[in-house]
């Protein structure tokens, strides 16, 4: 069945940088788009960054040239390097996919069954 393994997240200073990974098992990864979203308790779940299936890159405008996604087909996962963190992108940060690349970020439509997610707390 599909399944969606989030890690990395973890208690990081203003500033610091950490990277997260995804992997994937049950679909066929390489045919999928892949998002990374992020929610806060309270708060809707938002589209954080996309990555196409060869490796175009898509992000919002709060992590624009702060954060970089990748993807390693051969490994099945999806990476997100997040620098220069800041408290506001305290998260739990969750990845998912779907065939179609949306017309916007926004728009992106999280088709499989949700893993657990990773806690990013960023604070001093």
């Known amino acids: 069945q599909v399944q969606l393994v989030e890690s990395g997240g973890g208690l990081v200073q203003p500033g610091g940088s950490l990277r997260l990974s995804c992997a994937a098992s049950g679909f066929s990864f390489s045919t999928y788009v892949m998002t990374w979203y992020r929610q806060v308790p309270g708060k809707e779940r938002e589209s954080v960054a996309r990555?196409?299936?060869?490796?175009?890159?898509d992000y919002a405008h709060f992590v624009k040239d702060r954060f970089t996604i990748s993807r390693d087909n051969a490994k099945n996962t999806v990476y997100l390097r997040m620098n220069r963190l800041k408290p506001e992108d305290t998260a739990v940060y969750y990845c998912n996919g779907d065939r179609v690349w949306s017309s916007l970020l926004r728009n992106s439509q999280p088709r499989l069954d949700w893993g657990q997610g990773t806690q990013v707390t960023v604070s001093s």
């Open positions: 990555i196409s299936t060869n490796g175009y890159g």
